[in-house]
């Protein structure tokens, strides 16, 4: 549902006329001055010394014209009433994305695993529309200097999912950490990687560009340093992370990197010519044209279909082939210009942003994607679930932490072993996908239903201390908490809740990678996990 009045404020208006406030967040909830026009916030409900600002929008609606197109800032005077995550409607807003169904007969299921499972895949009845271009912020009032600012970038296989995630409140974090936290959603599927011959790609990635841009310009009136930003990732989101220092070297605008469970050397992107067979494919499905027809014909026409049945023409196209899991088709595409077909040798090279980078992956990934296996029906072996996560997060990991550490970049890297008896999915899920950020956003039971142990509590608290360490000095913040920097020959891999200790242990990183030798960089055994 697009916002009534959209044709009118999107529009750029006189940067006179709304100058931003560089005042500092006096009182919660207060009114703040930014691009987006004058933005009100309230009391977080968990946390009521934190403003929250919910459903900010930062680019025109993608919608007509600008479908499938490179996103415009979003310029107005107006009010944006920030108390939801989608401002002018009475419900939360995920940008248009197929999402599946939680099975409710895995074998060993716990009582919380499917409501995790749903929070997690974005399964939880979450409105969809195109009109999704918003940011949340979350900052707590204090007399202090600027704060560090955390940008997250959801993930998703960058085809489902967004900011408006019980796993991402970003409430507790700005609460203790005293850090200003910011959530945004991008187009996703074919909205955002439509393939389109002739238009630009990737315009997801652009959104992301877009998103931080914005808090570039606007964070320093909710306590936030505009020169002091972290961007931090999940699985596509970490991915998308490292696509960004691939992409703004020249002007990155950002101090920190942080990627979890996904770098630019996790995946294959697609070729064009892949991506615009996907694309006619929905537009065959849609009769909106081939590719035999003229090129711009067949794009009008999709930007006339309703949102919902290009969705539905998505669903039909067949998945990529992949050894283990189904790998969706609308994903990034090598258009040398946003995304790139030679990250092995780019990572080797140095040829991306040199700031100071913190990698980090999960011990069971596979843990969380043997769930997805068995909703599609799909059998693997043990053996090959350990090569699933050697291949798609292990030696990608390492391999971009080793080469940025290679090229005189400050390098961390940990991996995550927590095992909680609130989140656990089955008996071996372990340190699957996506549960460390339940320990970094403090949501943990907000998501299971079930009240931490005191360990897990304890843990959380020393993740976040560390993060926030990071984030209010790339360059050293670690090495004064204690972590060296990382060597892929000595003991510096940091392993988190390792026996689910309430701090670090370092490693020695070789005994975690011993398929990489044979796996020679290939991510084909990993396929389907982005």
């Not at 187009?187 to 990635?205: C, E, T």
């Amino acid at each position: 549902m697009a916002r009534f009045w959209h044709s009118v404020v999107w529009v750029f208006l006189a940067a006179a006329s709304c100058a931003q406030s560089t005042a500092k967040l006096q009182h919660v909830g207060e009114h703040v001055s930014t691009n987006s026009g004058l933005v009100e916030g309230h009391a977080a409900p968990q946390r009521p010394n934190v403003s929250e600002y919910l459903g900010i929008p930062y680019a025109a609606p993608p919608t007509g014209d600008l479908r499938f197109a490179a996103p415009v800032a979003y310029r107005s005077n107006a009010t944006v009433n920030a108390s939801a995550y989608s401002p002018y409607v009475q419900s939360i807003l995920d940008c248009p994305g197929n999402t599946g169904t939680a099975p409710n007969d895995f074998p060993g299921f716990t009582p919380q695993a499917q409501r995790i499972y749903k929070s997690f895949a974005q399964q939880l009845g979450t409105a969809q529309d195109e009109d999704c271009l918003y940011l949340n912020v979350w900052s707590r009032p204090t007399a202090s200097a600027l704060k560090p600012v955390l940008v997250f970038i959801h993930g998703g296989r960058f085809t489902l999912g967004g900011a408006n995630s019980p796993y991402y409140d970003g409430q507790v974090l700005a609460d203790e950490q005293d850090v200003v936290v910011v959530t945004f959603n991008y187009r996703l599927n074919i909205f955002g990687f439509s393939g389109a011959p002739g238009l630009p790609q990737n315009v997801a990635l652009l959104d992301q560009r877009l998103a931080v841009e914005w808090v570039h310009d606007n964070i320093a009136a909710f306590g936030g340093d505009p020169d002091q930003i972290t961007i931090f990732g999940q699985s596509a989101g970490g991915t998308s992370v490292d696509y960004y220092s691939y992409i703004w070297t020249e002007k990155p605008i950002v101090q920190g990197l942080i990627s979890h469970s996904g770098t630019a050397l996790s995946f294959r992107p697609n070729t064009l010519e892949e991506s615009a067979g996907y694309f006619y494919h929905v537009s065959r499905t849609l009769d909106c044209g081939t590719n035999s027809s003229n090129t711009q014909s067949v794009v009008q026409c999709l930007r006339e279909q309703p949102y919902r049945a290009i969705l539905a023409a998505v669903a039909k196209v067949p998945a990529a082939p992949s050894p283990m899991l189904p790998q969706p088709v609308f994903h990034p595409t090598a258009d040398g210009v946003t995304v790139f077909d030679d990250y092995a040798e780019r990572s080797a090279a140095g040829m991306f942003s040199h700031v100071p980078y913190l990698f980090t992956s999960n011990d069971n990934e596979a843990g969380y994607y043997r769930v997805s296996a068995f909703a599609a029906n799909l059998s693997r072996s043990d053996s090959a679930w350990k090569v699933f996560n050697q291949a798609a997060f292990t030696c990608p990991t390492g391999n971009a932490a080793a080469n940025r550490a290679a090229h005189g970049v400050p390098t961390w890297q940990s991996r995550y072993f927590g095992d909680w008896d609130n989140l656990r999915l089955y008996p071996t899920s372990g340190a699957y996908h996506g549960s460390d950020l339940a320990m970094l956003f403090g949501t943990a039971e907000e998501i299971s239903g079930l009240p931490n142990s005191r360990e897990e509590e304890r843990f959380s608290q020393y993740m976040r201390s560390a993060w926030v360490a990071f984030a209010r000095d790339p360059v050293n913040g670690l090495v004064k908490f204690g972590w060296p920097r990382y060597d892929p020959d000595d003991k510096t891999l940091v392993g988190l809740a390792y026996q689910n200790s309430t701090s670090a242990q370092l490693f020695i990183p070789t005994p975690f990678e011993t398929a990489c030798a044979a796996l020679n960089g290939s991510v084909t055994p990993g396929k389907g996990a982005f």
